[in-house]
């Protein structure tokens, strides 16, 4: 590398860890990178512990988990998972549950998820029927703040991530800027998914300054060039990254966690690269 490109990587690298909140960095000066376990889904069946090894080995200090069931995460009891990701030096911080399961049984998830050391339980997905109307949004945002009341029980604060469709109005009202309207911040924070705010056509920095505080999760996964509807592994997509961490203290962000939903090779593949290139960046 010569002197000037030496330089210039070394100045974004030091503008993106200033930026990055306090909590994001720990006490080598390191960025606490997650990863959304739902990027793994075609392949960590089949090898659940080889292929968190392999998370681990790639340099994810934390993951957010997916399919939550009757006490299991990935045919395990949470607390054998638990104690095997702290054993491979990974925390779990957060994990994605349907809306359903806030009001079945919701305590027991919420126990499950602080005996694991969770920090966040996040809504990831609504059907249609909970954003019918303005009041039928309206109720689906009263559900959700009762659901944060119990989860903060067990230490936990409750999220919600967004697609693109809650870009989409109802009753001439935004579906997104309702919500965020109707939760309460004290209880309720937004997971915000950089990709599909894009995706809509909404500019996530525009969020940022329009509620500030709000956004203490990010997904972070980055838009193909030529086609929006495909993912590209972070750092050769259209998103401009050092840009939005240099926002990350406006928004509020907390942790971040990288998630892919297509990919330009294959999951493993795809999962590395991302991290290597934040890597550069944090």
């Keep these: 590398?010569?002197?000037?490109?030496?330089?210039?990587?070394?100045?974004?690298?030091?503008?993106?860890?200033?930026?990055?909140?306090?909590?994001?960095?720990?006490?080598?000066?390191?960025?606490s990178i997650g990863l959304q376990l739902y990027t793994l889904r075609d392949v960590i069946m089949n090898d659940v512990k080889g292929t968190l090894q392999s998370v681990a080995t790639w340099g994810?200090?934390?993951?957010?988990?997916?399919?939550?069931?009757?006490?299991?995460?990935?045919?395990?009891?949470?607390?054998?998972?638990?104690?095997?990701?702290?054993?491979?030096?990974?925390?779990?911080?957060?994990?994605?549950?349907?809306?359903?399961?806030?009001?079945?049984?919701?305590?027991?998830?919420?126990?499950?998820?602080?005996?694991?050391?969770?920090?966040?339980?996040?809504?990831p997905w609504m059907d249609k029927k909970y954003y019918s109307s303005l009041d039928e949004l309206k109720k689906t945002c009263e559900t959700l703040n009762k659901a944060a009341e119990v989860a903060k029980k067990y230490k936990l604060r409750m999220g919600y991530h967004n697609h693109a469709f809650e870009f989409d109005t109802v009753e001439g009202k935004v579906i997104f800027d309702v919500m965020l309207e109707e939760l309460d911040p004290k209880l309720v924070t937004m997971e915000m998914d950089l990709y599909w705010v894009v995706?809509?056509?909404?500019?996530?920095?525009?969020?940022?300054?329009?509620?500030?505080?709000?956004?203490?999760?990010?997904?972070?996964?980055?838009?193909?060039?030529?086609?929006?509807?495909?993912?590209?592994?972070?750092?050769?997509?259209?998103?401009?990254?050092?840009?939005?961490f240099s926002s990350a203290k406006k928004a509020g962000m907390k942790k971040f966690f990288v998630e892919q939903e297509t990919y330009p090779v294959n999951p493993m593949l795809s999962t590395e690269n991302c991290i290597k290139y934040l890597k550069t960046i944090m």
């Design 1 to 31: 590398m010569d002197r000037r490109k030496f330089i210039q990587t070394s100045t974004v690298a030091a503008v993106g860890l200033m930026a990055l909140p306090p909590v994001l960095v720990n006490a080598k000066g390191k960025a």
């Design 60 to 123: 994810y200090k934390e993951v957010e988990t997916y399919g939550y069931r009757e006490g299991k995460l990935f045919g395990m009891p949470v607390t054998e998972f638990g104690s095997y990701m702290k054993s491979l030096g990974v925390s779990v911080a957060s994990g994605h549950y349907g809306i359903e399961q806030t009001t079945s049984n919701w305590d027991k998830a919420c126990s499950d998820a602080q005996s694991m050391g969770q920090k966040y339980v996040v809504v």
């Design 199 to 244: 995706r809509a056509n909404q500019d996530p920095l525009a969020y940022f300054n329009r509620y500030p505080g709000r956004f203490e999760l990010w997904h972070v996964k980055d838009m193909d060039k030529t086609n929006r509807e495909n993912n590209a592994d972070v750092g050769t997509g259209s998103l401009d990254f050092p840009a939005l």
